[in-house]
């Protein structure tokens, strides 16, 4: 698996900012990394939930083959992906043109293959992404 960087995301989340920026926030899915820290991730999913987001469309991903599947199943009209920058850009190779967003997990906290630590993410962040 290629490494991604916070560079790569960002070009990412530039390129298909427009058209994500046009879907309704009930046709979007939601894919959170499950080695983000559960406290985290319940903010997360009150705060997508206030916001107009399905609970249906939320979903705790362990990989990018979880989310190809997802993808597949669901057919969404966009995608937010919370994870690191690898399972981020590895999972968005799946989307055939769906438009989406990544947030990346705080690389300084992220546990990699361990699990030991939960990873942080910047919430300012998330919620900037849930509202557009």
């Given at each position: 698996m290629p490494?991604y960087?916070f560079e790569?995301?960002?070009?990412f989340?530039?390129?298909?900012l427009e058209?994500?920026?046009l879907t309704?926030?009930?046709?979007?899915i939601?894919?959170?990394s499950?080695?983000?820290?559960?406290?985290?991730?319940?903010?997360i999913i009150?705060?997508?939930?206030?916001n107009?987001?399905?609970?249906?469309?939320?979903?705790?991903?362990?990989?990018?083959?979880?989310a190809e599947?997802?993808?597949a199943?669901?057919q969404p009209l966009a995608?937010?992906?919370?994870a690191?920058?690898?399972?981020?850009?590895?999972?968005?190779?799946?989307l055939?043109n769906?438009?989406?967003?990544g947030?990346?997990?705080?690389?300084?906290?992220?546990?990699?293959k361990?699990h030991?630590?939960?990873?942080?993410?910047?919430?300012?962040?998330?919620?900037?992404?849930?509202?557009l």
């Amino acid at each position: 698996m290629p490494k991604y960087t916070f560079e790569d995301v960002e070009k990412f989340n530039q390129n298909h900012l427009e058209k994500f920026t046009l879907t309704k926030k009930p046709e979007r899915i939601i894919f959170i990394s499950d080695c983000l820290e559960p406290t985290l991730t319940q903010i997360i999913i009150k705060m997508a939930l206030k916001n107009g987001y399905l609970e249906e469309n939320i979903f705790i991903a362990g990989g990018p083959h979880f989310a190809e599947e997802k993808i597949a199943e669901y057919q969404p009209l966009a995608v937010i992906g919370i994870a690191c920058a690898t399972e981020i850009m590895s999972s968005f190779n799946y989307l055939n043109n769906i438009p989406a967003q990544g947030i990346m997990l705080d690389p300084a906290k992220c546990p990699g293959k361990s699990h030991e630590q939960e990873s942080k993410v910047d919430l300012d962040e998330v919620k900037r992404i849930l509202l557009l």
